[in-house]
């Protein structure tokens, strides 16, 4: 974990076969990107003193993702269901 400017990055080991992700060309070169349903999933699995800022995240996304994805993607990944659980309960506040 990196804390810079107040902010923190964390860096995890990922299965990048198993994302939904694109690669995107920018100014600087070539990225892989993960999907909103994608990242929403991502941000729902946070469990530590980042969780407000991840709903926060999550709250901002949400009315850009495509829902059925988000059900079918979370259900193929490992901790799917509990996150799933927390999108469903985020969706539900702010609707």
């Known amino acids: 974990m ?3 400017r107040g902010g ?3 860096f995890v080991t990922r ?3 198993r994302l939904d992700a694109a690669i995107v060309k920018t100014a600087i070169g070539q990225m892989l ?5 994608q990242t ?10 980042a969780e407000p800022d991840a709903r926060d995240a ?3 996304l949400l009315p850009r993702v495509d829902w059925d994805r988000v059900e079918t993607l ?11 659980a927390t999108l469903r309960a985020t ?3 702010t609707a």
């Open 2 to 4: 990196v804390d810079r």
């Open 8 to 10: 923190v990055v964390e």
């Open 15 to 17: 299965d990048t076969d």
């Open 33 to 37: 990107v993960t999907t909103p349903e």
């Open 40 to 49: 929403v999933i991502d941000l729902a699995r946070i469990r530590n003193e």
């Open 58 to 60: 999550i709250k901002a």
């Open 74 to 84: 979370a259900a193929r990944q490992h901790g799917g269901k509990t996150a799933l």
């Open 91 to 93: 969706r539900e506040e």
